[in-house]
């Protein structure tokens, strides 16, 4: 399959610092030894996988999401737009509209249903996308601007931007995911076709691979789950995956030689053997089984 269509990725996980970032990088630089890979990083409110990834910046495009503009001129009142909004983001307040850009999703209801046509949308920028060339490995970062409030625009846009360009032609795709289980992280891992969970074996890992799991659920994806640092705690993690016939993939025992890579930007497949085993594991079963 890998050969013969774009194969997408997600690294997701229920909390944050289990390792998305971690098994992300690591596995995009091992499979971009064998297929030409793209590694999108979608937490757009800290991303970090250009740590390290290094390359060359090929293009750096700014990000814009559409927000309604009040053109008092125009209006007549009629209060259309306020009731329209689902958002609260467009209040009329006597003879004065208010739009708050940070509550607008863009749906354009209140533009499209003015009657005066005094709600016209304008681009409003939100972030920007870098795009870098590493070798075999692409790499994609989009980081959303600061004081936004909204993330979903923003990976919208960066699952556009890869639709629309040759960028989908590449055999594998790897998204590495916002932690939680919120809309940013539905929309990152909503065009994927299986989901890495990243997980740990303490109480607060299940838990929050407990909810990661009913959300993927939900969204009917397909999923196999990663357990790091898998010798800090008790079984219950793997007891879990088992109940609920969920693929552990691959156990990552902790080392601090890893820790200590990590901690200076550097990845660690093919430097620490007990790393390196599991992502050759990782990396069979993603060719073998999906």
Known sequence: MIESSPLRIAIASGKGGTGKTFLATNLARLMSQYHKTLL?????????????????LESSLPQYKMIPEWNEAKCTHCGICSSSCAYHAVI??????AVFKELCHSCHACSELCPAQALPMQPH????TNIMIAENLTFIESQLQVG?????????????LIRENELHDFP????????????PVVAAVRPADFVLLVTEPTPFGLNDLQLAVDTLIKLDKPM????????????????????????????????????VLYSNGELVNGRVHSATVAFGQIASYIRDNI
């Open 172 to 183: 594998i795709h790897i998204y590495d995911c916002p932690p939680g289980t919120s809309c």
């Open 148 to 160: 936004e409030e909204q993330a979903v625009p923003l990976i919208h846009r960066t699952h556009t």
């Open 125 to 128: 920028e939100i972030g920007v």
């Open 224 to 259: 196999g789950v990663v357990i790091n640092r898998c010798d800090i705690g008790n079984n219950e993690v793997e007891a879990y995956c088992n109940r609920m016939q969920i693929p552990v993939i691959s156990k990552i025992p902790y080392n601090r030689q890893v820790a």
């Open 40 to 56: 999108v990083d979608l937490d757009v409110e800290e991303p970090n996988d250009h740590v390290f990834i290094h390359g060359t």
């Open 92 to 97: 009329q307040l006597g003879t004065y509209v």
